[in-house]
């Protein structure tokens, strides 16, 4: 017997599960180095390649190589920055908020040689800033976040930002653990040299395994780096990665589910479909801001992402009154985000009102986001009164 509430979960991860994915994980557990495994990794290696706009198959010659590292999305981006840059090289971090700072925390804690490039919180990164950073450092890799949770600014033209980084000679690590199955990722134009993301966000699973794709430069450059450890090491796990297999032991139950859920999002809701339902989450959420007095869009126009929102409360809305309205809405069945609290530590020891966020990514349906919007709204105007 157990006493575990069942949360309609829109924090920014883990998210909500559809039942059917939710039932996978009671499919059989299997031998992970058996032939049963294959019935589900060969599924799951195809399936997140075709996700990124990859070849199902792997050629050797396409540009982007896959490995699963049991874990989460933080053990993708340490295995990538402890694989590629070498100890007498710099690394560059450009951050945008707390999980930009994370990838310099996990480079530093590596002993790599890290500075770094921070914008305030709420802002997007600008291609001249960084373009002065890396005449200032010349680095070797550089780690830019696609998506930065603890905000939600989403830099859509990621892109431009790898091209600049490869023109000035160096690797571009970028975090997508927050996008990646919530809009359209393309790894065959992006220019990449690592991309991470794991489960538990936009593709709507259990946390329990990083998701590391690596451009063929990449993995040339980690062959050649020394003291990559054991369970951060991109080569080892390539090695396995070409049999369709894991490391370590991965979960069972979440590669039933994985397995499940990629047939799901390519051939059922296909990924059109799921990316134009965040896009039309996203817009549910910003016209729901308007209505609400006091309370703003934290994030700027042309940064604003599809998978969760993040809003600033009104002058006398305190943590202390969002931690209130998360109970209110857990005694209706929902779980409210009351933002990212080290960031809101921040902004109120300088006298500013917190933030909070709205997770509007994976599985997430518009009838479910409604009926949380309906009492989420009376609830945060009770708070600014
Ligand atoms: C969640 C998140 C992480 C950390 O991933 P874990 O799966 O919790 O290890 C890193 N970066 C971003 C942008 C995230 O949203």
Redesign the pocket.
């Known amino acids: 017997m157990h006493d575990f509430a069942d949360l309609a979960l829109f924090i920014?991860?883990p998210t909500w599960i559809r039942p059917e994915a939710r039932a996978a994980a009671a499919l059989p557990e299997f031998g992970h180095r058996d032939a049963e495994a294959n019935k589900r990794f060969d599924r799951i290696f195809h399936g997140l390649r075709v996700l990124a706009g990859l070849p199902a198959e792997a050629s050797g010659s396409d540009g982007m190589q896959l490995c699963l590292i049991p874990?989460?999305?933080?053990?993708?981006?340490e295995t990538a920055v402890r694989s590629l840059a070498a100890d007498d090289e710099t690394v560059l971090n450009v951050s945008v908020g707390a999980?930009?700072d994370?990838?310099h925390g996990l480079a530093l804690v590596n002993g790599k040689r890290a500075v770094q490039l921070s914008f305030p919180p709420g802002e997007a990164m600008d291609l001249a800033t960084v373009e002065d950073a890396l005449r200032q450092h010349a680095p070797a890799v550089v780690t830019l976040?696609?998506?930065?949770?603890?905000t939600g600014v989403r830099h859509a033209d990621i892109g431009d930002y790898c091209a600049l980084v490869r023109r000035h000679g160096a690797l571009p690590l970028v975090?997508?653990?927050?996008?990646f199955g919530g809009e359209s990722v393309d790894l065959t134009t992006m220019g990449a040299a690592a991309y991470?993301t794991?489960?538990?966000?936009c593709l709507a699973l259990p946390?329990g395994l990083?998701i590391l794709f690596a451009s063929d430069d990449a993995v040339e450059k980690a062959k050649h780096v020394k003291n990559k450890g054991y369970v951060t090491d991109l080569t080892r796990h390539l090695d396995r990665a070409a049999k369709h297999q894991t490391l370590t032991t991965p979960s069972t139950s979440l590669a039933n589910q994985l397995a499940v859920q990629l047939d799901y999002i390519l051939h059922e809701e296909t990924p059109a479909v799921r990316f134009a339902r965040h896009r039309a989450l996203r817009d549910m959420v910003h016209a729901f801001a308007e209505t609400l007095p006091g309370y703003r869009l934290l994030a700027p126009e042309t940064a604003r992402s599809p998978s969760l929102t993040t809003l600033r409360c009104p002058d006398g809305v305190d943590s202390g009154r969002l931690k209130q309205v998360k109970e209110t809405l857990r005694a209706r069945g929902f779980l409210f985000d009351t933002g990212y609290g080290k960031l809101n530590v921040i902004l109120e020891g300088k006298g500013h009102p917190p933030i909070f966020r709205i997770g509007h990514m994976g599985d997430m349906q518009p009838a479910m986001l409604t009926a949380f919007l309906d009492l989420l709204g009376p609830a945060l105007a009770e708070a600014a009164r």
């Open positions: 920014t991860g874990g989460s999305g933080t053990n993708a981006l999980f930009g994370l990838f976040s696609h998506n930065e949770t603890s975090d997508g653990v927050s996008i991470a794991s489960t538990q966000k946390a990083g």
